[in-house]
């Protein structure tokens, strides 16, 4: 299995940006799909996740920073996540992850980067005034 996210760039403050993250190699759609990011001289620091149960979102959180400014989401059909990301400050300037498992996980877990079976290449958000 493998995770592939991107959609990074540059942009301004206040600006809006998506984020993609394409699974391949499963004939079934993840339980749990998660986004987490890391600022240069910083710890991994968790975003968004989703537990799913067929179509819909079962269970979502949100990291304190990004509440309210970003939003999760998933289509099935194209075994992909997404990560909307609006009213950017320069503060979420960093690597984006994308994460993801076969099965959901249980709440405890889902803020966990090493909880994840499969864990994707990052994709650079630069937030510039």
């Known amino acids: 299995v493998q995770l592939q996210a991107y959609g990074g760039g540059l942009v301004q403050t206040g600006g809006s940006l998506r984020l993609s993250c394409v699974v391949s190699?499963?004939?079934?759609?993840?339980?749990?799909m998660a986004w987490f990011r890391q600022a240069p001289g910083k710890e991994r620091e968790f975003v968004a996740a989703?537990?799913?149960?067929?179509?819909?979102?079962?269970?979502?959180r949100y990291g304190d920073s990004v509440k309210g400014r970003f939003t999760i989401s998933r289509d099935n059909a194209k075994n992909t996540a997404y990560l909307q990301m609006n009213s950017l400050k320069e503060e979420d300037t960093a690597v984006y992850y994308c994460?993801?498992?076969?099965?959901?996980?249980?709440?405890?877990?889902?803020?966990?980067?090493?909880?994840?079976?499969?864990r994707g290449q990052g994709t650079q958000v630069t937030v510039s005034s």
């Open positions: 989703s537990n799913w149960s067929g179509g819909s979102a079962y269970y979502t």
């Open positions: 994460a993801a498992g076969p099965n959901r996980l249980n709440t405890g877990s889902l803020n966990y980067w090493d909880r994840y079976a499969y």
């Open positions: 190699g499963r004939t079934s759609s993840p339980g749990v």
